[in-house]
């Protein structure tokens, strides 16, 4: 079973907003967690990055989506969300969530694609 099982993903125009969500089917409690993004022909790179609620440290930001992009998390659902506003054609790529790989990664699920048509 693929701990991580991305959806939210779709095409919407620029401007627009989407709200990715990943089900983790092992519980997050504790653990750093992050979303990822990979457009083609680039490498995968971290955007948004969360510790466990209980440090009360608050989540950090790729630049380039800083202001735009909310992380969150629900560790009874073991449940990440990205909440995408103000998006941009560059935002294309396929999106997965993990561990912040900082710290090791577990195996990657599918990821959903997200297109965003200028």
């Known amino acids: 079973q693929e701990p991580f099982v991305e959806s939210g993903g779709g095409l919407v125009e620029s401007g627009g907003s989407l709200n990715l969500t990943c089900q983790v089917t092992?519980?997050?409690?504790?653990?750093?967690m992050a979303w990822y993004r990979q457009a083609p022909g680039k490498q995968r790179e971290l955007v948004a990055a969360m510790l466990d609620p209980s440090t009360n440290i608050p989540p950090d930001y790729a630049k380039d989506v800083e202001g735009r992009f909310t992380i969150s998390r629900d560790n009874m659902k073991n449940i990440l969300y990205l909440q995408m506003n103000s998006l941009k054609p560059e935002d294309t790529a396929v999106y997965h969530c993990n561990r912040n790989w900082r710290w090791g990664t577990w195996d990657w699920g599918r990821g959903t694609q997200v297109t965003v048509s200028s």
């Open positions: 092992r519980d997050i409690a504790g653990y750093a």
